[in-house]
Structures are given as C-alpha cells and as structure tokens.
C-alpha cells in the first residue's frame, strides 16, 4: 500500500504563486524509479482531470491549460512530487490531487494510488 500526502495548498489571487508537494511513503513492491508521479484536479460539479505528470522514464506532460505556468518535479530520493504553479487565475479553483501509477498513461482510470487532495482557491 501506498500512502499519498499533499501539502501546500491555499488561497491567492490571480497572478499569484502557489507550490504543491506530495510525499509517498509504503511498500511500491518495486524501486520508485519505476512509478510515475502527477497531479490532478478536480472543481466542484466537475469530473478529475490530469494537470501534470512526470512518468517512470523521466518523460514530463503537462495539461495544455497548464502549459507555461505550472513546472512539476519530482525528486526520487525523497520520493517526492512537486507542482510549482505560477500565474495562477481563477479557473485553477479545485482540489488537487497527487497519483501515483505503474504506466505513464495519465488517466484517473489508471492510477493506482490517491491522495486526499489539497484545496486551491484563487481569488479576482
């Protein structure tokens, strides 16, 4: 089992600046090089969608919506995910999200684990 832990979560206005970081901690059953990690929201009333992600090979994706603000990053010593958001507007509202998954298809279908999400609101 995989335990998922996000932090950094708040309020800002438009424009600002928020970063997210999430650590994973249990048993994988297989090195953390060999996971992808990534971030996902989801607004009120909407369904969860993917944000950005950094898969197993090093390959990073991001959400056109995203392109350009947000930078993910991941440090696997730490075994660890970072989302740095900048320029942020009022659309990026939401929960987020960070996933753990076995491929690189980044899809909440194929998640495996979860977090409990932290809440980013951003304010006019």
């Known amino acids: 089992q995989v335990r998922l832990v996000e932090s950094g979560g708040g309020s800002v206005q438009a424009g600002g600046s928020l970063r997210l970081s999430c650590a994973a901690s249990?048993?994988?059953?297989?090195?953390?090089?060999?996971?992808?990690m990534g971030w996902f929201r989801q607004a009120p009333g909407e369904e969860r969608t993917f944000v950005a992600g950094?898969?197993?090979?090093?390959?990073?994706t991001y959400n056109l919506a995203v392109k350009g603000r947000f930078t993910i990053s991941r440090d696997n010593a730490k075994n660890a995910v970072y989302l740095q958001m900048n320029s942020l507007k009022t659309e990026d509202t939401a929960n987020y999200y960070c996933?753990?998954?076995?491929?690189?298809?980044?899809?909440?279908?194929?998640?495996?684990?979860w977090g409990k999400g932290t809440l980013v609101t951003v304010s006019s």
């Open positions: 996933a753990v998954l076995r491929g690189s298809r980044w899809s909440p279908t194929s998640v495996d684990y």
């Open positions: 249990g048993a994988y059953g297989h090195t953390p090089r060999s996971y992808s």
């Open positions: 950094i898969a197993w090979s090093g390959s990073i």
